[in-house]
Nanobody
Framework: QVQLVESGGGLVQAGGSLRLSCAAS????????MGWFRQAPGKERERVAA????????YYADSVKGRFTISRDNAKNTVFLQMNSLKPEDTAVYYC??????????WGQGTQVTVSS
């Protein structure tokens, strides 16, 4: 129903910034709440940010509040994650996901973010 492709990951020094993009297929993108998740080796998957269908309501994990910003452009079927003041503990594979109700049913392939100290 919707396909997601992340991009923008890479290697950055601590304190730097990175902007992730998630391109979605389909004309019903605006029907989905979108989220960004991350998973580091040895850790469980963590929801870091989410944004409502119209972009008005956002959620952030405590670990990223004040540093990360989620946004979306429904006209372009794209959701973004602006990551500032990056820390080594932000290193993870970042996934874009979409949900219409409770569960996130659609996932991207992930993009690696590595923050060096």
């Amino acid at each position: 129903q919707v396909q997601l492709v992340e991009s923008g990951g890479g290697l950055v020094q601590a304190g730097g910034s990175l902007r992730l993009s998630c391109a979605a297929s389909g004309r019903t993108f605006s029907n989905y709440t979108m989220g960004w998740f991350r998973q580091a080796p040895g850790k469980e998957r963590e929801r870091v940010a989410a944004i409502s269908r119209n972009g008005v309501i956002t959620y952030y994990a405590d670990s990223v509040k004040g540093r990360f910003t989620i946004s979306r452009d429904n006209a372009k079927n794209t959701v973004f994650l602006q990551m500032n003041s990056l820390k080594p503990e932000d290193t993870a594979v970042y996934y874009c996901a979409a949900r219409m109700y409770i569960n996130y049913d659609y996932w991207g392939q992930g993009t690696q973010v590595t923050v060096s100290s």
